[in-house]
């Protein structure tokens, strides 16, 4: 008996068929959705990241949403212009990632902004939007910050004060074992309840020093009142939940009405493959759930054509962000000194950042989408021909090199008995890459080739199927680009953010003499993105830095009862 394997990816035809059948009701049942975002600091200057933690949580009962798999985050100037668009993988309804701020930015006033794809419905207003400001030294224009003049006195709120959020129903505390360090000293940090209950919810942790032009900045606590809908549903649903993944959607023209077959690659060591079956106009969308390396799609139509298919992605260029008040953050001469201490703080730092690295957390290898029993040869164990026209004939048993009616050459995979030959082609892949002109393929130099993985069951996909698979991997990973006919056309898409480990340093016995010649101004001590749910305290330690004064301790986050949390404590490092 043929066996069939079912990719449960395509299972559907198109999502915007499966949508289009959705009445309004059932969509104004679906809840809707709030964003949080906490940051390391409002005030960024050239050459310092900004952190952030991004929280997705369900309108009406607080709780952390499960409905988007997909958060996004865009960083705008005044002019509305879009300085970053990060696109992240939530997981339980939260993500976290940073900008660095780069030294070609001008300074100015920017806003923040965070949303799902779900919430584009209910209108930027329902947007979380945060003011952060960008100011950057090594520019000598900074006009935006001199509209005006003030008599402000900077320095006359120079102490950080110990407040816990009204919000705090959860009784957390934050304490360090001192209140007063030296440089390069350990600091212990302990985050518990009062209650002596177990610590409950998810949160993020910053460290940073407190500076008088801090104070020029209006307080950054998370506050659902970002967000805002109106009082009646939507008139309609144009954007989907993304609930399995990022949505890969665009359209093609065509001359009929007809519904078409589009093979889409995502080429390199984590290739991902789909069919995407358009409706009659010619659109199509299809979620993109996993991680990849390639920022780059490939998309072919699987019938050839005698005129090349133009096909269009959509994107967010045109984003609505309705109407924004920036914050003004206006300079007057007592910040001249504090501006010039931190930027040759930070271009020490910047010099140094070689022995200061964060980690990449790479993602698990993506298995093949095909999935199955495969017989893999890695040609290094057997004698290499020229070409992969005569690894065919020596060395797959069970796959071959075949002409159809038309003289057009195609490589078959031979099936599994007792299954018979069922007619129809294989699918043929080059470095994830979707190859249609199999004959393109014959003259590859085998010693460019690492190994070829043959899968002989029968793969559906969706209405279409496939006898087999010839997956063909080399070493270089980027041949494919060479084999590509006409009718292939790539396109950039941005991919997921990639999730790090950042850097903590450790003066810890003998680093501490080891590390003396290395400079250490972090004004960041600590950024601790992800602390959930423990059974005690919640324990950390980190080092002071040969930067003084007083360090804000910030910690944000989510109760277990859906409610917001925004804590400080202060030490002072001297």
């Known amino acids: 008996m043929k066996k069939i394997i ?3 990816l395509l299972l559907f035809t198109t999502i915007k068929s499966l949508y289009a059948q959705t009445s309004k009701s059932d969509l104004d049942k679906v809840p809707e959705e709030i964003v949080n975002i906490h940051v390391n600091t409002k005030l960024v200057f050239a050459g310092e990241y900004l952190y952030y933690k991004f929280y997705c949580m369900l309108a009406e009962s607080m709780a952390l949403s499960t409905l988007s798999k997909v958060g996004y985050v865009d960083l705008i100037n005044e002019q509305k212009k879009v300085v970053f668009q990060h696109k992240l993988m939530l997981i339980n309804g939260t993500a976290y990632s940073e900008f660095f701020v780069p030294a070609d930015l001008p ?7 965070g949303y799902t794809n779900w919430m584009r419905n209910f209108g930027a207003s329902s947007f979380f939007k945060k003011d952060i400001t960008i100011l950057n030294p090594y520019s000598g224009n900074q006009n935006v910050f001199l509209e005006e003049n003030t008599n402000e006195n900077l320095f006359e709120q120079s102490n950080i004060s110990k407040i816990s959020n009204s919000k705090n129903t959860e009784a957390i505390t934050v304490s360090t074992d001192k209140t007063i360090y030296g440089k390069r000293e350990k600091v212990d940090l302990k985050i518990g309840s009062i209650l002596g209950k177990k610590l409950t919810g998810i949160y993020s942790l910053s460290v940073r020093k407190k500076t008088a032009l801090d104070n020029r900045l209006k307080n950054s606590a998370m506050q659902s009142a970002s967000n805002s809908f ?16 990022a949505f890969l959607s665009g359209s093609i023209k065509q001359l009929k009405d007809t519904v078409l077959k589009l093979m889409i690659s995502f080429p390199g060591e984590n290739n991902l493959f789909f069919i995407a079956t358009t409706d009659k106009k010619g659109n199509f969308t299809i979620p993109i759930s996993k991680r990849y390396n390639n920022e780059e799609v490939y998309i072919r139509p699987f019938l050839n054509s005698n005129a090349i298919e133009e096909i269009s992605l959509d994107s967010k260029e045109n984003m609505e962000y309705g109407n924004l008040d920036f914050n003004k953050f206006i300079l007057n001469e007592n910040m001249k000194k504090l501006i010039l201490e931190r930027s040759i703080q930070n271009q020490i730092e910047n010099t140094f950042f070689d022995s200061k690295p964060d ?3 790479q993602p698990k290898p993506l298995k093949p989408f095909y999935g199955g029993q495969t017989t893999q040869y890695i040609l290094d164990d057997y004698t290499r021909f020229s070409t992969l026209k005569e690894t065919f ?13 038309n003289g057009t050459t195609f490589f078959k995979v031979i099936p599994k008995l007792p299954a018979i030959d069922s007619g129809e082609t294989s699918l043929v892949l080059l470095d994830g890459a979707y190859i249609h002109n199999h004959e393109r393929l014959l003259t590859i130099p085998s010693k460019s080739i690492k190994k070829i993985i043959i899968a002989r069951d ?21 041949i494919f680009k060479k084999y590509l006919d006409n009718q292939t056309q790539h396109f ?10 950042y850097y903590r340093e450790d003066y810890l016995g003998s680093k501490k003499e080891l590390k003396k010649h290395i400079p250490d101004f972090r004004n960041q001590l600590t950024w601790i993105p992800e602390i959930k749910e423990t059974i005690d305290t919640f324990k950390t330690s980190f080092y002071t830095s040969d930067v003084t004064g007083e360090f804000k301790i910030i910690l944000e986050g989510i109760s277990s009862k ?6 400080t404590e202060s030490f002072t490092v001297k």
């Open 6 to 8: 079912l990719l449960f």
């Open 107 to 113: 300074s100015g006033n920017y806003k923040l902004i």
């Open 230 to 245: 109106p009082d009646s549903k939507p008139f309609s649903y144009p954007f989907l939940p993304e609930s399995r993944g």
């Open 359 to 361: 980690s990449l957390l």
């Open 393 to 405: 004939v020596e060395i797959l048993k069970h796959a071959s090199i075949n002409k159809d009616d």
């Open 458 to 478: 029968q793969y559906l996909y969706g209405s279409y199927s496939f006898q087999g698979i010839i997956d063909i991997r080399t070493f270089e990973g980027d």
């Open 492 to 501: 950039p898409y941005k991919q997921y953010r990639t999730t790090k480990s």
């Open 562 to 567: 859906g409610l917001p949390i925004h804590i």
